[in-house]
């Protein structure tokens, strides 16, 4: 099993992902809740994907797990503007 954990800026803020499974396969991106961590995906799920010849990916989202944590609270105007902005 290749298992890469790995960390990507993003608009300057640090995002641990998990990425399994060959590079030139099929990719399937699983995305959480506002507040998940890339656990809230089963580690079967993930690995079935991957044995059935699929790229799987998951990540943590800013603020929680392994992702760079933000200075305060997040106040929820501003998480609204961040995704009208796509930062």
């Known amino acids: 099993m290749t298992v ?3 960390t990507v800026k993003a608009n300057g803020i640090a995002i641990n992902y998990e990425d399994r499974g060959p590079a030139d396969a099929t990719p399937i991106l699983f995305v959480n809740g506002y507040t998940s961590t890339m656990m809230s995906w089963p ?3 993930m690995e ?3 044995e059935k010849g699929f790229r799987v990916i998951r990540y943590d989202n800013r603020d929680v797990g392994k992702s760079e944590k933000l200075s305060g609270l997040p ?3 501003d998480v ?3 995704v009208r ?3």
């Open 4 to 6: 890469n954990m790995k």
């Open 43 to 45: 580690e079967e799920l």
């Open 48 to 50: 079935g994907l991957r």
């Open 75 to 77: 106040k929820m105007p």
């Open 80 to 82: 609204a503007a961040a």
């Open 85 to 87: 902005e796509g930062r």
